[in-house]
């Protein structure tokens, strides 16, 4: 058996774990990373990317159906139609890009990329399966980036037309009738964009409301425009299972009556849970923070030089937080002081419109013992947005009410993802409401609301 020694052996190559090699790599830290599968992980194979390039397609395809329909801005097009298996083809093709390119970034950060399954023996040896060639590799530090794996309904096992996101992102037709278990990210981001696709798309979720995680005042403009989609929604509902014939969802509805809904393919998106066993790890004993690895505000778990980022650690299990806790452990390992001192990390919802939060919302702060000061700024008034038909949605900003410390930025609203950077930005270098009220922002953009927002509540906004 072939014996490999190395400082740090990184197990998961998603973005936790990649970015914690490459930064490992670059300081000179002899680094080893494994995965099972292409390099990228949950993210880059079957999560934010390809989502994104599905939902990307979805919005074209509305744009080119809205052309052919007496669109008021004066574009005519006839009869567009989408074949989803190119779509794949397309989606697949960026994956790759994106799998080389990442082999290409550790390759120069000079990590020894190993492919295959990773089982633990102790805190500081592991061994590799590459397709049957066992190899034992000896680590002083072992970083723990194996991710998340989608929660299974025990009465709506996967298989057959009951499928998880990584099958509904291969799909290569359209489903006619599309049912969605679990309202929240995924299953609004993938049932809006198979609306539009041309699906009769039904969300069947188990809260009060869907995205029970954002306020009511965000989601309203999704329930808008789900409606407008034609997308049924059943909220308080939970699903109970398949039919005999395997053609209909049944589902309890809030008063106790039992509904079929039909179905051609059942998406359930019912949450993600930590990839902790089947791999040795329940043998190192570590701490747990219920199902997650528990670390503290250095990635270190309850064994010595042991570490764990990502999604195996909790919430939010969201790419950008792994990255960033898999750079900060890089170079703890390379011996720098650094410790876990983030203000904020900002969330974002690709539905349409899009959700973006930053920091605390105007209930959240209150909770927290804060008094505040709070105020919106509709794009509606905001003349970018009118020229793009994108006059939906808002930016909130909350703030404390003594010296105007910004604690919360919220928007809703085509393509707001890319004001999440200054949202983020302005609460992490500890923004006040004169900070972004006297920030010159350009004209015309969407980024106007935020300034407008922060002129707003100190009582003087321009455009409103
Ligand atoms: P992962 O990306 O899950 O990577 C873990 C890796 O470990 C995997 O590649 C796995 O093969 C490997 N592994 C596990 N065990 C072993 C073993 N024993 N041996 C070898 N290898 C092993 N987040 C966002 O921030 N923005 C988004 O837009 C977004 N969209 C998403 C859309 C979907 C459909 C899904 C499913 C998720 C989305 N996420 C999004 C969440 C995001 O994908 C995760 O938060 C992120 O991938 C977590 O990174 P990670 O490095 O912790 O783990
Ligand atoms: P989620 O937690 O966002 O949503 C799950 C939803 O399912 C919730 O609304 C919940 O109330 C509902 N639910 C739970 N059990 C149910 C049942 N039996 N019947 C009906 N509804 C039920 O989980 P997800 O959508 O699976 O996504 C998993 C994680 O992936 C997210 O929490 C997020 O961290 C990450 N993600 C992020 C993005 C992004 O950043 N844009 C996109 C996709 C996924």
Known sequence: MKKLNCKLLVIGAGPGGYAAAIRAGQLGVDTIIVDKQPPGGTCLNVGCIPSKAFI??????????????????????????????????????????????????????????????????????????????????SAEYILLATGSVPIELPFLPFGDNVISSTGALDLTDVPKEFVVVGGGYIGLELGIAFAKMGSKVTIVEAANQVLPQYDAELVKPIMAKMASLAMNVHLNTKAKGMSGDRKKLLVEKPDGQEEAIFADRVLVTVGRKPNTYGYGLEGLMLDMDGPFVQIDDRCKTSMRGVYAIGDVTGEPMLAHRAISQGEMTAEIIAGKSRAWDKQVIPAICFTDPEIVTAGLSPDEAKQAGHEIVTNVFPFMANGRAMTMEAEEGFVRIVARKDNHLVLGIQAVGAGVAELSASFALAIEMGACLEDIAGTIHAHPTQSEALQEAAMRTLGHALHI
């Open 56 to 137: 990307h397609v979805a919005n074209d395809f509305e744009r080119a159906r809205h052309f052919s329909n007496n669109s008021v801005i004066g574009i005519k097009a006839e009869n567009p139609s989408i074949d989803l298996a190119k779509t794949v083809e397309w989606k697949n093709g960026i994956v790759k890009r994106l799998n080389q390119g990442v082999s290409g970034l550790l390759k120069k950060a000079k990590v020894q990329h190993i492919t295959g399954i990773a089982n633990i023996i102790d805190g500081k040896t592991v061994q590799v399966d590459s397709d049957g060639t066992v190899q034992t590799i």
